[in-house]
């Protein structure tokens, strides 16, 4: 069946929508792997040193699939709002579902920001303190960085799940 003029292919939409999954699975399956697993069961077994290597490796693996994540979440996302019955026009929150969708994003923008400084930020300056520490140098702050990488990680899991919460909103709508 091809699909009238304005509407989008059922092909299209579908693609749209298993990337869309692809992505949300990955990006917070692994917020909710590090959280529940990885980073408990490391910091119960191993040493300091351990620890910090460890979880400095599973970043780096985790990192580049978070942010591939990231862009097709936007890309498919975009294409999916536009081919919402829902959808009323750019800055029109005049029903449920646009509201659901607008609190979502400014959720999933929090995480994007959260991820950043993770990212560019607060591991770096772990991988700093970590370099001192392995030289013998004094290291004050590694266990002040450590408990604020595990806050925000922790902070972007309950991120990540409100979002998937205003998701069931909007499509509930």
């Known amino acids: ?3 009238a003029v304005g509407e ?4 299209a939409l579908t693609l749209a929508y298993w990337l869309h999954m692809i992505a949300t699975v990955t990006w917070i399956g692994g ?5 529940t697993l990885f980073i408990p069961a490391a910091r119960n077994d191993l040493a300091v ?3 910090t290597r460890l979880l400095d490796r599973i970043q780096r693996r985790l990192d580049p699939l978070a942010w591939l994540s990231l862009a097709v979440l936007v890309g498919s996302g975009l294409f999916q709002m536009s081919a919402s019955p829902n959808y009323e026009g750019f800055f029109q929150f005049t029903n449920r579902w646009s509201q659901a ?3 979502k994003h400014l ?4 995480m994007t920001g959260v991820s950043a400084y993770l990212t560019w930020g607060l591991l770096p300056a772990l991988r700093r303190t970590a370099m001192r520490r392995d030289r013998g140098m004094d290291a004050p702050a590694m266990a002040v ?3 604020r990488e595990r806050r925000l990680l922790r902070l972007s899991l309950i ?9 069931a909103l909007a499509r509930a709508s």
Do not use: C, H, K, R
Request: charged letters at 10%; hydrophobic letters at 60%; aromatic letters at 8%.
């Open 101 to 103: 969708i607008l609190a």
């Open 1 to 3: 069946m091809i699909p």
């Open 159 to 167: 991120l990540g799940i409100a979002v998937l919460g205003l998701t």
């Open 49 to 51: 040193e351990d620890y």
């Open 107 to 110: 959720l999933f923008l929090a």
């Open 8 to 11: 989008t292919p059922t092909w």
């Open 31 to 35: 917020l909710v792997a590090l959280n």
């Open 145 to 147: 960085l450590e408990q």
